[in-house]
T-cell receptor
Framework: EAGVTQSPTHLIKTRGQQATLRCSPI?????VYWYQQALGLGLQFLLW???????NRGNFPPRFSGRQFPNYSSELNVNALELEDSALYLC????????????????FGEGSRLTVL | DAKTTQPTSMDCAEGRAANLPCNHS???????VYWYRQIHSQGPQYIIH???NNETNEMASLIITEDRKSSTLILPHATLRDTAVYYC??????????FGTGTSLTVIP
C-alpha cells in the first residue's frame, strides 16, 4: 500500500512568486493535514481538510490557502512568497475526520522543501 | 489545545532504556496522549498513544500517571537509529494534532 506522497520534493522560488504543493493521502483516508516546519523548529499546524472541506486552520496569513479534491488529494498554495516561508511542508493523512476516528494516527509524507530566494 | 512540556534534549547510551518524560498538566478527560518521532528531515513517524492505561507495542511503552498529568515514553533498548526528535502531543478526539518542539534524543555508542 502506498504511503502519503508529496510533490515536488524540492521547490525553489523567489520572493513574491506563488508556490503550489501537492499531497496524495493513503487510499481510504479522507483527512489531510498540512504542517510547516521551518529549519530547526517544530511543526506548525497550517490546515486541516476533511471530506473536501476546510475544518480548521492554524495561525497563518490568508496567503496560505489550499483545497481538497474529490479524490481526497490536496493542494497547498502560498501566494506572495516571503523569505520566511522557506521551510519543509509536511502533509499527513488519517482515516477519518471528526467522527468515527479509530486510532487517530497521522501518517506523514516525506515533505516538500520550499526555498524562497 | 492542551500544552505539553518536554525537555529540549536528552542523551542515552546505546542498549540502555531511553525514558522520555512529558508534562501535560492541563489535559482533559477525553484527550489522548500521542508520541511521534522525527528523524532528521523526514516526516514524523507515529510511535504509540494512550488515554489512561499504560500501553506497549513493538516500538515502545507508554506510561501515563494515574492523574494523567504526565507520561513517559520508554524505548527499552535504544539503538543509534532511535536518534530523533520525539514529540509528545495531547489531542482531543476529532481534533487536529498540535506539535511542540519535542525532545531531541541522541543515542550514544
Amino acid at each position: 500500500e502506498a504511503g502519503v506522497t508529496q510533490s515536488p520534493t524540492h521547490l525553489i522560488k523567489t520572493r513574491g512568486q506563488q508556490a503550489t504543493l501537492r499531497c496524495s493521502p493513503i487510499s481510504g483516508h479522507t483527512s489531510v493535514y498540512w504542517y510547516q516546519q521551518a529549519l530547526g523548529l517544530g511543526l506548525q499546524f497550517l490546515l486541516w481538510y476533511d471530506e473536501g472541506e476546510e475544518r480548521n486552520r492554524g495561525n497563518f496569513p490568508p496567503r496560505f490557502s489550499g483545497r481538497q479534491f474529490p479524490n481526497y488529494s490536496s493542494e497547498l498554495n502560498v501566494n506572495a512568497l516571503e523569505l520566511e516561508d522557506s521551510a519543509l511542508y509536511l502533509c499527513a493523512s488519517s482515516p477519518a475526520g471528526t467522527s468515527g476516528l479509530i486510532t487517530g494516527e497521522l501518517f506523514f509524507g516525506e515533505g516538500s522543501r520550499l526555498t524562497v530566494l | 489545545d492542551a500544552k505539553t512540556t518536554q525537555p529540549t534534549s536528552m542523551d542515552c547510551a546505546e542498549g540502555r532504556a531511553a525514558n522520555l518524560p512529558c508534562n501535560h498538566s492541563t489535559i482533559s478527560g477525553n484527550e489522548y496522549v500521542y508520541w511521534y518521532r522525527q528523524i532528521h528531515s523526514q516526516g514524523p513517524q507515529y510511535i504509540i498513544h494512550g488515554l489512561k492505561n499504560n500501553e506497549t507495542n513493538e516500538m515502545a511503552s507508554l506510561i501515563i500517571t494515574e492523574d494523567r498529568k504526565s507520561s513517559t515514553l520508554i524505548l527499552p533498548h535504544a539503538t543509534l537509529r532511535d536518534t530523533a526528535v520525539y514529540y509528545c502531543i495531547v489531542r482531543p478526539t476529532g481534533n487536529q494534532f498540535y506539535f511542540g518542539t519535542g525532545t531531541s534524543l541522541t543515542v550514544i555508542p
